[in-house]
């Protein structure tokens, strides 16, 4: 990696960290899960939160660009039917730019 190129990734990883600490402050939750995944051919990281009320949240941070980054987050019971369905609708997303548009 060069020098732009580490910057960007220790940047990245305190975005990372700041949003996990945001996500887990409250007593009782944890993350319980980081992965990292290609999305829309997008590197992008998958957390899983064990919630301290007892629900879980999924989020998705997808980084669009070098220096931005979009969340998306599902949270319900564990093992709900919506918990099932994140992957499909992970998938389903995409950003407009990456969307073939019509021409007239």
């Known amino acids: ?8 990734s220790a940047e990245r990883a305190v975005l990372l960290e700041r949003i996990e600490r945001g996500l887990a402050r409250e007593d009782g939750t944890r993350v319980a899960s980081r992965a990292v995944v290609k999305a829309a051919g997008r590197e992008a990281i998958d957390l899983v939160i064990e919630r301290a009320d007892g629900r879980r949240g999924r989020h998705r941070l997808l980084y669009v660009s070098p220096d931005a980054m979009l969340q998306v987050s599902a949270v319900g019971p564990p093992g709900g039917e919506w918990e099932r369905d994140v992957p499909r609708f992970w998938a389903s997303l995409a950003l407009a730019g990456d969307v073939p548009t019509a021409t007239p």
């Open 1 to 8: 990696m060069n020098a732009v190129g580490d910057r960007l």
